[in-house]
């Protein structure tokens, strides 16, 4: 008998997961092998993109991007690609569209690349243990200023306070990490934006030897991140709001901004200057509404914050320690209002107007630091009347007290002083360097006097200049801008909505307004203190009135004659 078949089973390959429609998933990489980029493309495993130009447009939406990485252990390799969202000419605040969203999954690494012309270069949610490396991210979008060189706009302040609801996503970034945990943003330049890199609800990260420059918001912007490690780069020129020998606001513009509960990180070895502010660190909105918590226990170790138009460094309503910073030319070196435990020790304060500045502090150790050529080292103080909307005063005690003021040095070109009011305070071992300075066996008498004020004065009238900035004059001679007037267009005026008294409202027939500062884009100029004359020749009108009158006589005249033949023909009857 012939032997009987051994039976076998066939087990069936597992069937593939499908992709999104849309989109195109990436081949699993063999070795040598690149993978073309096509708008929708899904990364699942490890690719490399064919290295060269793309020219690609994102949609809108900030909920979709060009590239959409998911998975576990995966490597994006973009070296030698450049994506571009836009034409390099275009204007930036047309950029739109994400290029690149990581969603989830830990190990994932994207390297290299060139990514320009999008809102957001790079977006991560929920991700663990990312690392974004070599790349350029240069170029995203920004917004159209209305600040000239002579008169600042208001419309350009801006608000970091709340991002609770992703209010940030709208400024845009070159890197956007949300939810992160862990991994390494090393090497990677972002220029010419907006905002560098903003890091929401992330922590354990390290970023190091960044290129975060030139940006009109932010280098590096932090929200509710904690245990970070931020060594090493060079965070410089990040700032709006800045007019030499006109205005110098900064506009809450930032090289470094730590916001709502951003603690324990280390920041150490940056270079952060020319910011708008160049360290702008604030406890955030909670602490401001139950007077508990802050943005704490962060150390800034040997960073450089120098010649900020506002403040070198702005750390309030918080706890932390500031060892071995430079801060120099800038108005403040240091402001520290509402800081509490706070240790400023062995930082160079170089020609700022004031060196440190903290209102309502308490328990706080300043010590050897260094001052040259402040006109005040130290100020103290608080005020008797706090703000009333604030509920920080009214949750936690707020006096004035208990600040050390120890062991500092004091190199003065003019009058440095240290001025505390209000509160018992300790000041101990303040050396004054007075070389280069004389004094004379004489009599005392004054030489000279100067005046570098203004006496005080009530406005006295207003203007608008044809670019819409409000002017305010005061009895002194002293002129400031006080507001701005922007102007709307639309699309299609002719659907505009009459209401009465000349005045117009949108409808949907005329579209939505753009809003801008006058003589900006195809806005016209204001011209204060004018009527518009009219739009008819009043003497041709009136002639042509004078004519109707008399041609209507005349024809009245002549039914008058017809009438009275009429009636004579009737009576001869």
Not at 148 to 163: C, G, K
Not at 544 to 563: C, E, F, L, S
């Amino acid at each position: 008998k012939a032997p009987a078949k051994k039976q076998t089973s066939k087990k069936k390959a597992p069937a593939k997961k499908p992709t999104p429609k849309g989109k195109s998933a990436a081949p699993a990489a063999k070795p040598g092998a690149t993978t073309d980029l096509k708008r929708g493309l899904v990364v699942t495993k490890s690719v490399r993109i064919t290295p060269k130009s793309y020219r690609l447009n994102a949609a809108a939406s900030l909920d979709s991007a060009l590239i959409v990485v998911k998975g576990d252990n995966i490597t994006l390799d973009l070296t030698g690609v450049t994506i571009n969202g836009a034409d390099p000419f275009a204007d930036p605040d047309r950029f739109a569209g994400v290029a690149i969203r990581v969603e989830g999954g830990k190990n994932v690494t994207i390297t290299g690349g060139a990514i320009h012309g999008f809102r957001v270069g790079i977006i991560a949610r929920n991700t663990k243990a990312l690392t974004v490396a070599d790349a350029n991210l240069s170029y995203t979008w920004k917004p159209r200023l209305y600040s000239t060189v002579e008169h600042e706009s208001l419309a350009d302040w801006l608000s970091f306070h709340h991002n609770e609801q992703k209010e940030w996503l709208r400024f845009g970034a070159a890197l956007y990490l949300d939810g992160v945990s862990g991994g390494t943003i090393k090497n990677v330049t972002a220029e010419h934006g907006m905002n560098g890199l903003l890091l929401v609800k992330s922590d354990h990260l390290t970023v190091h030897d960044n290129t975060l420059t030139y940006n009109s918001g932010l280098g590096v912007g932090m929200y509710r991140a904690a245990d970070n490690r931020i060594l090493h780069n060079t965070l410089d020129y990040n700032v709006r709001g800045f007019s030499e020998g006109f205005y110098r606001r900064g506009q809450d513009s930032a090289d470094l901004l730590m916001f709502e509960q951003s603690s324990r990180n280390i920041v150490a070895y940056n270079s952060a200057t020319h910011g708008g502010d160049g360290l702008f660190l604030w406890a955030g909105q909670s602490s401001m509404d139950t007077g508990t918590g802050g943005a704490n226990d962060n150390l800034f170790f040997a960073n450089d914050f120098s010649y900020a138009p506002t403040n070198a460094m702005e750390l309030t309503f918080s706890r932390n320690t500031v060892i071995a910073n430079v801060a120099r030319g800038s108005d403040y070196g240091l402001w520290g209002g509402y800081s509490f435990d706070t240790k400023i020790v062995s930082n160079c304060f170089v020609r700022n107007r004031i060196g440190v500045a903290i209102e309502h502090g308490q328990d706080n150790f300043i010590a050897a630091n260094r001052f040259e050529g402040e006109r005040t080292a130290v100020r103290l103080w608080a005020e008797k009347i706090e703000p009333s909307d604030w509920m920080y005063p009214k949750k936690k005690d707020t006096q004035n007290r208990n600040n050390s003021i120890s062991g500092n040095t004091t190199i003065s070109s003019g009058n440095a002083s240290i001025n505390i009011n209000n509160g018992a305070n300790t000041i101990t071992g303040l050396p004054l360097d007075m070389s280069g300075s004389s004094q004379f066996a004489s009599t005392f008498g004054v030489s000279k006097l100067s005046q570098d004020g203004f006496g005080p004065g009530r406005v006295t009238g207003l203007s608008i200049s044809p670019d819409g900035v409000v002017l305010s004059r005061y009895s002194n001679g002293q002129s400031r801008a006080s507001g701005q007037v922007v102007l709307a267009s639309f699309a299609n005026l002719q659907g505009l909505a009459n209401i009465g008294a000349n005045s117009w409202v949108e409808t949907p027939q005329s579209g939505q307004p753009t809003v801008g500062v006058p003589k900006s884009s195809n806005l016209g100029a204001l011209q204060s203190g004018s009527l518009e004359d009219a739009n008819v020749d009043i003497t041709a009108e009136l002639v042509n009135m004078i004519t109707a009158q008399r041609v209507y006589q005349a024809n009245a005249q002549t039914i008058k004659t017809q009438d009275q033949v009429l009636q004579t023909l009737v009576n001869l009857r």
